[in-house]
């Protein structure tokens, strides 16, 4: 009764102790690995192919440089993604900190000279109007200062016009950003959530940011638990305002150092913002209205594209985070990737290509374009539309300005193609070979000639790297969201995911919009629901087994966890709700440990006894047995089909007859101790010993299907180390002769048990196969033969023995015919001429059953020449000559009847 109510408080105390342990956090990071598993089994989440990656990598920092870059190369990438129809830009990049102002190239590079070559040029044609008039005496002398004055104010004006660009060169670069980020129109920048005021931050743009960032179509619910900033550090006013919205890019670590999970909201002095994905995924979905409870956050009537307007509910994590479900992949094998670098390349080549078409325009090449207008004007019509649309002008334009642009390339490449040069050069090569030039002509000639090669060929060259650049980006950018982030080598933006230990960050975006679009969320369940299962789980291990046997107390221990376990994972595959593992797994754990526990001290007196009794007298195996099953002990026994060996040294009389007391004792433990290894080695059972003779058997108490096999190699490798012990004996002169022992082997239906009375008794065998075992031990001498069977032992043993079959007897006390086998070696070892021996000796056999005495006799003398005083040989040719001198009776059957044991 004592013992029951103690199993009985063991779950509820390991449950309540495991409980009370949970707020120190010791389970969290045991549960953080299992959950890494779990998702390792998970089948992988599909990837959104909107998804684009377009990383500030190491590609791109090489050939641009160290980052952070100036800001309008950023808002060139950003217009140009515009141009290849991008969707969405999300930068994950804090633009909190105003930048140096820098240079516009196009002003620079593309404007300027064409400014000043157009107003010289104007100035200079009219001055050498004027001159000429003059000379010409055109112009009155009283009229020409009325003229001058007019060049003057020319001159005034062409300044005045030169000034005005040249402070174009100069540009500010968040400006610019920003009005890239208006341009491009669907651009999300960062909010940084403060646990600090910041008072370096302007008043206004946090007030602006407060009142157009926040969200505003947000139900709570009292239930719910958001995490708090103090203060908000939102991207500068020319870049935040020019946006569609941002979000926050504060993260969370687990206790681990990993990243699992991200706060989708979070509060600042009464209003609310997103995290930056998530701003970008409601605004993919349709700007839903969003309700937040304690476990759950709902968008309502979310568009999806391609799906019916639907709630989605996003389940919350026990500490109101949502768990994301990332890609089972490294951050280069997760989503879809782009270098910024073809950006920045795009826009080079392209400047390097106008460069070379405005020479070639000055030059007069391109008057050989056969449009509707100069080819030139189309790519000069479409920067002026850029630069309206830049400046917040006409933002339908977009559509006309991507028609011109391929409008412009396609014309371009086809006049760059259409073998042109190679006409002008034809036409340059006639003229030379007139040879009616002087040199200077002939040299001007070449050099044009020259010029043209390298114009068209550098334009072509450019234009084809360009028409490369631009295929890439025409397959990678449309319609894509685009998240821009630092990702190059020197980037302290990593962490470590369930899938890779250094995973850029600007990743955990994309894989955060990816969990939303797909619907493939991840939730946990709160840590008591593992108590309580725990308990049930526990109760139900302590009501099963505290009555077994430690053995099967902890497999039942085992199988309770695995269903547990097994149920936690399906849960997890098929629901993706991680159910707590730890305090239930370490409560069922404790519970079968400590009911094993217990159950061995209360019965260790009782095994302890059973070892000391019979340790002594029984095999290790039959203690083990005893011990497993204590009820064996009773009287009885049971009927098995096994193996018997008995074995005895001859004349062991005599040479005992020579030794002293103490001498027999020694020579008889070596000899025993040895045989008796090889039996116990070989998993046989040891009966008794009497005298110099052992009794044993094979089968019992430990069932083995080959016992037989096992009884005749055992009766082999004693005879084989017999022969070792011999010459160990002679040498040292322990015996006055060689040990020769003779075993008899059978196999059959036997009694095993316990034998004896309730105060002694004895584990034996009895029947008559054991006794049949016991006769052909000493039939041996009969034949000459040291290890005798019988025919079931034979087909038991199988083929991995060499037998020699021998005569169908009737031995003393058994009167069924039994076929008699010599147990010659392992088949492995056998010799060649032994083996010729037994083929011989077989044919023997045949014939003498068949009174063919003649032919008997000369199988077996073939046998006696292969083996000089061969046992049965001379045995079998001694019975051959006295039957062919008086044949047996009419009727005789070959069965002889042995009269002694």
Known sequence: MNKNKLGFLIPLGIIVILAAIYPTGLYEDPEHLVYNLFLRIKPEIKEDESILLVNIDDLAISKVGMFPWPRDIMADGLVLLKEFDASYAVFDIEYTEASLRGLNPDILKIEVPYRFDSEFGSLRSNLQDLLDAIAAGAIPPAHIPLYSEEVLNLTVDTENRLKQTVSRIERDND??????????????????????????????????????????????????????????????????????????????VDTDGMRRRIDLVMEENGNYFPQLAFSAALELLGNPAIGMSGRAVTLKKARIPGKTPADIRIPLAEDHTMLINWPKKEFEESFRHLSFYYLVLHSRQERDLIDNLRAMEGAGYLDYYQGDAPLMDYYDYGRSLKEQMLAGKSPESMEEYREVRSFFFSELEAFLNSGIDASLEDEINTLLQQNTFPEETVAELEGIREDIRSFFSASRSISGNLKRTREILQREVPGSLCIIGWTGTSTIDRGVTPFDESYDNVGTHAAIINTILQEEFLDDLPWWYGVVLGLLFSMVVYFITRRLSPVWSTVVGIIFILLYISASIMLFLFAGIYLPLMIAVLSISGTFIILTILNLIFTAKEKTYIRSAFGHYLSDTVVSELLNDPEKLTLGGEKKHITAAFTDVKGFSTISEQLTPTELVTLLNLYLSQMSDIILDLGGTIDK????????????????????????????????????????????QLAPGPLLTRIGINTGDMVVGNMGTARKMDYTIMGNAVNLAARLEGVNKQYGTWILTSEITKENAGDDFAFRMLDRVRVVGINEPVRLYQVVDETKYLEAEMGKAISSFHAGIERFENKEWDGAIEAFTQVLNLIPGDGPAETFLKRCREYKENPPPEGWDGVFNLTSK
């Open 175 to 252: 400006e610019y950003l920003g009005q890239a980020a208006r341009y491009f129109g669907d651009t999300f920048f960062t909010i940084g959530m403060l646990p600090d005021e910041d008072d370096d931050i302007s008043p206004e743009v946090k007030e602006w940011t407060r009142l157009r960032r926040s969200l505003q179509a947000l139900e709570i619910e009292k239930s719910s638990s958001i995490k708090s900033a103090v203060d908000i550090r939102p991207s500068i006013f020319p870049i935040i305002t020019r946006g569609l919205s941002a979000g926050f890019v504060n993260i969370v």
């Open 689 to 732: 010993y009497e005298g110099d003779a052992i009794i044993a058997f094979f089968g019992a108490p430990v069932d083995l299907k080959d016992h037989a096999s096992r009884a005749c190699r055992a009766a082999i490798q004693m005879k084989k180390t017999e022969a070792r012990l011999n010459t160990r004996f002679l040498e040292d």
